[in-house]
């Protein structure tokens, strides 16, 4: 068993922008509301693992975990996976990028199963996905769209 979850955004920028600044793990501090460091690890052609780390929550914990991305710039897609894989059994990330009226549709499919040892399901994990997306892509949109237009003024 396994759930999904898949979003879309419409940027209004130009491609190579959109590709430039959500592909830049180092920036994403400054990208997402979420997460408060992103440290490279390693380097191999187009892939990167990296460790990214959530902003403590309410108990003052941090979460951090590794994944691994390999974007290709000629298809416009990136293709992920966590490598520590904390509550899941396997977590794999899809990213496309579409030329669409208005400018770049930027979408997220996620993959995964939760292990069965977790206090929650696929379905809470699905609605918390979905729920933190929907805070996260038009906050990406803001950013690079701000970034587009000081770069035509």
Partial sequence: MSARTEATVVIDAPMDLVWDMTNDVESWPELFTEYAEAEILERRGDTVRFRLALHPDEDGKVWSWVSERTPDRESRTVRAHRVETGPFEFMN??????????????????????????????DAMAEHIRTNTAEQMPHIKEQVEKAARNRSS
């Fill in 93 to 122: 990330i899809y990213w496309e990028y579409l030329p669409v009226d208005g400018g770049v549709e930027m979408r997220w499919v996620q993959e995964f199963h939760v292990k069965d040892e977790m206090p929650f399901d696929d």
